[in-house]
């Protein structure tokens, strides 16, 4: 299997999580889709966008994270990585939803990239980001009262495709110390960051 992306993304490494916690041998392949003039004109055959993560296993080629991680649990069922329950597999999906939709604008493109870059303004107002994340721990609280893990008893993709985020969030000081008001997210992450899956792909620098 080959993997197409850098190391610093959230959404390679939502995949990455996913292939470690199945098992499964891989190559991390770099590249970066924010240098357009160095991006191979090969690349445009994996995926039209020029966007990562794109994925290779044999024949079969597919980008976006979430199709790639719904490939992989069809295809390497085991150990699975959503639930069958209805509710809990209905919880899975509301929670990568939320984190595409919501997190990822907010506590990413909002919070982190902009103290990183030492911008004024991400893809929304700073006040507004921060409201956001706050609603979104306070969502994840709420859940993780009823269990260690965001859909329930066992880990799954909502929470591999959720710890990146809340990783880089984490990585600021104003992120820190908002995940500190949230004892159950807390040691939610503490719980996944000690997973080898998490160590093994650990954002780094």
Known sequence: ????????????????????????????????????????????????????PAFEDGDVRLYESDAIQRYLEARYPEPPLLPGAPVALARAAQAMRMMDSYAYPAMVWSIFVCEARDLEEGWMPRDKALDVSRKVLGELERWLAHGPYLAGEALTLADTHFLPT??????????????????????WCERLRARPSAIATAFTG
């Open 166 to 187: 809340l990783d880089l969030f984490s990585m600021t000081a104003v992120g820190r110390e908002m995940v500190r008001e949230y004892p159950k997210v807390r040691a």
């Open 1 to 52: 299997m080959k993997l197409y992306g850098r190391p610093f993304s959230v959404y390679v490494r939502t995949v990455r999580l996913c292939l470690e916690e199945k098992g499964l041998a891989y190559e991390l392949i770099p590249v970066d889709p924010f240098d357009q003039a160095d991006l191979p004109d090969w690349y445009a055959e994996l995926h039209p966008f020029g966007k990562i």
